[in-house]
């Protein structure tokens, strides 16, 4: 053999044995975030009960006698003992004291005071004919300044456009609530003392007063002015000129009710998973002449019955390295207070909670065949898992992200540095509107997404996953995608 042949074997083993050891050493590190992973072990899929508990589940949550699932309301309890009882049919006990039920107080949707007022250049706007409070503004501060159009400076008011462009405000899509609250968030962060947003194009969809918000609330008022009021009000100003608000609202004390189920194995840690099953409630505006109900399927009667589903199947799956909660979260459309009374009473320590995953709206997988996985960077260990489930046998794949873009309750436990995902189909057209029924919904990717979360299940069961809370890099977990 020549030297440079000889030469070249050489080099060629050199590389191969230092690829080896840099496998090895990657391997190393991976075993000691998640143990040894073994991706050969199987495990059953979701079975005939199962699917039929999804669309039992469902269709209860949804009918007329639940009118919605409003919290703090006989229909939300009705909804909350219907999930009880399918707890205990499957096999879980309870997890409060003898009790599947966590009661916590919360203030009511939000209510305008008749303290409400709003002048620009002495003249008043009609609220919330003209000016709309957002139900995530700051009530105590009162704003008597001076403003300007389209002026973003400290200690003063922001009097900003809520739309970039025509095509934006004749979306009907258009997602004006969340648009309003990154404008005023931001605003805040820069000094602003209150935020004024209108309409100059005339909305497609219009804003309109919401009783309650999903969001954190702001330390400065918010309104967002229609666009008559902003002809008539703020179009022709070109000088700084006076402008005076105050926003009050009113509320009541209500109860909500987490109901949580628990798979008691003794062991030192304990996986977390939740569905919210309160929604809107009622539709009162007068102009449809007839009483209706959002019925919420997707949102999230989806989550609540392949929670159960989940429940039933890991039941009988005994599954024993871990223990197992199953929370259905009341108020969260009320600020999400079902998810924090939960963490602020923990029927277990907080550090023995190994990870948390959110199951909130997926019922509508049907074009793209994918859902989502979000909030990954919580954890290096979720990215292995991943990898390590194989096809499910229903034809859908995953969206991986690393960031938290949705509001669920995965958010709150994310805020407390518990490893947290969210499993979802993602917002869609018949997101918060009376159109929401079951069926409207794809039962076959339900079930998939279901085997899915399962098969995650098996693999941090069987390889006794460790896993480590990280915080994700440049993640501001006030700025989310969709509210409620």
Same mark, same amino acid.
């Given at each position: 053999?020549?030297?440079?042949?000889?030469?070249?074997?050489?080099?060629?083993?050199?590389?191969?044995?230092?690829?080896?050891?840099?496998?090895?050493?990657?391997?190393?590190?991976?075993?000691?975030?998640?143990?040894?992973?073994?991706?050969?072990?199987?495990?059953?899929?979701?079975?005939?009960?199962?699917?039929?508990?999804?669309?039992?589940?469902? =269709?209860?949550?949804?009918?007329?006698?639940?009118?919605?699932?409003?919290?703090?309301?006989?229909?939300?309890?009705?909804?909350?003992?219907?999930?009880?009882?399918?707890?205990?049919?499957?096999?879980?006990?309870?997890?409060?004291?003898?009790?599947?039920?966590?009661?916590?107080?919360?203030?009511?949707?939000?209510?305008?005071?008749?303290?409400?007022?709003?002048?620009?250049?002495?003249?008043?706007?009609?609220?919330?004919?003209?000016?709309?409070?957002?139900?995530?503004?700051?009530?105590?501060?009162?704003?008597?300044?001076?403003?300007?159009?389209?002026?973003?400076?400290?200690?003063?008011?922001?009097?900003?456009?809520?739309?970039?462009?025509?095509?934006?405000?004749?979306?009907? =899509?258009?997602?004006?609530?969340?648009?309003?609250?990154?404008?005023?968030?931001?605003?805040?962060?820069?000094?602003?003392?209150?935020?004024?947003?209108?309409?100059?194009?005339?909305?497609?969809?219009?804003?309109?007063?919401?009783?309650?918000?999903?969001?954190?609330?702001?330390?400065?008022?918010?309104?967002?002015?229609?666009?008559?009021?902003?002809?008539?009000?703020?179009?022709?100003?070109?000088?700084?000129?006076?402008?005076?608000?105050?926003?009050?609202?009113?509320?009541?004390?209500?109860?909500?009710?987490?109901?949580?189920?628990?798979?008691?194995?003794?062991?030192?840690?304990?996986?977390?998973?939740?569905?919210?099953?309160?929604?809107?409630?009622?539709?009162?505006?007068?102009?449809?002449?007839?009483?209706?109900?959002?019925?919420?399927? =997707?949102?999230?009667?989806?989550?609540?019955?392949?929670?159960?589903?989940?429940?039933?199947?890991?039941?009988?799956?005994?599954?024993?390295?871990?223990?197992?909660?199953?929370?259905?979260?009341?108020?969260?459309?009320?600020?999400?207070?079902?998810?924090?009374?939960?963490?602020?009473?923990?029927?277990?320590?907080?550090?023995?909670?190994?990870?948390?995953?959110?199951?909130?709206?997926?019922?509508?997988?049907?074009?793209?065949?994918?859902?989502?996985?979000?909030?990954?960077?919580?954890?290096?260990?979720?990215?292995?898992?991943?990898?390590?489930?194989?096809?499910?046998?229903?034809?859908?794949?995953?969206?991986?992200?690393?960031?938290?873009?949705?509001?669920?309750?995965?958010?709150?436990?994310?805020?407390?540095?518990?490893?947290?995902?969210?499993?979802?189909?993602?917002?869609?057209?018949?997101?918060?509107?009376?159109?929401?029924?079951?069926?409207?919904?794809?039962?076959?990717?339900?079930?998939?997404?279901?085997?899915?979360?399962?098969?995650?299940?098996?693999?941090?069961?069987?390889?006794?996953?460790?896993?480590?809370?990280?915080?994700?890099?440049?993640?501001?977990?006030?700025?989310?995608?969709?509210?409620?």
């Amino acid at each position: 053999m020549s030297l440079a042949k000889k030469s070249f074997t050489a080099i060629v083993f050199l590389f191969s044995s230092i690829c080896v050891q840099t496998s090895s050493v990657y391997s190393q590190v991976w075993s000691k975030v998640t143990g040894a992973f073994n991706k050969n072990s199987t495990v059953p899929t979701i079975g005939a009960d199962e699917i039929a508990l999804i669309r039992t589940t469902v =269709d209860y949550l949804c009918s007329p006698a639940l009118l919605g699932r409003k919290s703090g309301t006989k229909s939300e309890e009705l909804a909350g003992v219907f999930i009880e009882q399918r707890m205990g049919t499957i096999g879980l006990k309870p997890a409060v004291n003898n009790s599947f039920r966590q009661h916590f107080k919360f203030e009511s949707d939000k209510r305008l005071s008749k303290d409400c007022k709003m002048l620009i250049g002495g003249s008043y706007l009609f609220i919330p004919e003209d000016a709309i409070p957002m139900a995530f503004s700051n009530i105590e501060k009162k704003e008597d300044n001076f403003m300007m159009p389209k002026s973003e400076e400290p200690n003063a008011p922001w009097v900003v456009p809520l739309y970039q462009n025509a095509q934006e405000a004749r979306n009907p =899509d258009f997602d004006w609530e969340e648009t309003a609250y990154l404008i005023a968030l931001r605003a805040q962060k820069k000094g602003a003392s209150s935020v004024v947003l209108y309409d100059e194009f005339g909305a497609a969809n219009k804003p309109v007063f919401k009783q309650s918000s999903a969001y954190d609330p702001l330390n400065i008022p918010v309104v967002i002015v229609q666009k008559p009021a902003y002809d008539k009000h703020i179009r022709s100003i070109k000088t700084i000129t006076p402008v005076a608000l105050s926003i009050e609202f009113t509320a009541e004390k209500l109860i909500g009710t987490n109901i949580i189920g628990i798979i008691n194995n003794n062991a030192p840690q304990t996986i977390v998973i939740g569905a919210h099953y309160d929604h809107l409630g009622e539709d009162k505006m007068v102009n449809r002449g007839t009483a209706a109900y959002f019925p919420g399927a =997707d949102n999230n009667a989806s989550g609540v019955g392949v929670m159960l589903a989940l429940a039933a199947r890991i039941k009988r799956a005994e599954y024993k390295n871990y223990n197992f909660i199953f929370v259905a979260f009341s108020a969260y459309e009320n600020g999400m207070m079902g998810s924090k009374a939960f963490l602020k009473n923990l029927p277990v320590k907080q550090e023995s909670i190994a990870c948390m995953i959110s199951i909130d709206r997926v019922g509508l997988l049907k074009n793209s065949k994918k859902f989502q996985i979000e909030g990954m960077g919580s954890a290096l260990a979720w990215n292995e898992i991943v990898q390590s489930v194989p096809a499910t046998g229903n034809n859908i794949s995953v969206t991986q992200q690393n960031k938290i873009t949705m509001n669920s309750e995965h958010i709150d436990f994310y805020s407390a540095n518990v490893p947290s995902i969210l499993v979802t189909t993602g917002k869609n057209e018949v997101h918060n509107t009376l159109n929401d029924f079951p069926n409207r919904l794809h039962y076959d990717g339900m079930t998939g997404i279901a085997n899915y979360v399962l098969l995650m299940i098996d693999k941090i069961n069987s390889n006794n996953v460790k896993f480590t809370f990280q915080k994700i890099r440049n993640q501001d977990i006030n700025k989310v995608s969709t509210v409620q």
